[in-house]
Every structure is written in C-alpha cells, then in structure tokens.
C-alpha cells in the first residue's frame, strides 16, 4: 500500500470498508476487483547511488 498524505492503520484486504446497496459502490473496498477499479499500474525504481554513463 502506499499512502500520501494519509494513513490506513492495519489496512488489509480481508477488512471490510464502504457499504452495499445504495450506501456503498456494493462491494467490500480493498479486494482485488477494487484494486483494480481505483489504481493504475506503475513502475518505480529507487537507487541509492546515481548511475554513472560514459557521457
């Protein structure tokens, strides 16, 4: 999970949040068909030292 500006203590994807019927979008937030509805994939990389080219 990543979390900006925000925290989600002991978030996990067996926990219920949102509602059903009119109260909720009808399911349980947080499972994979979520998942997949509200995040994009993207792709970081984190190096502690730059590359260095030879140019």
Known sequence: HL???DQ???AGPHAPFG???RSGNGS???G???WEEFTQWMWIS???Q???YPF
Request: proline content about 5%.
């Open 46 to 48: 984190v190096k502690e």
């Open 3 to 5: 979390h900006i500006n």
């Open 19 to 21: 509602g059903r019927r």
């Open 50 to 52: 730059a590359t260095l």
């Open 32 to 34: 994979p068909a979520i």
């Open 28 to 30: 349980r937030v947080s």
């Open 8 to 10: 989600t203590v002991n």
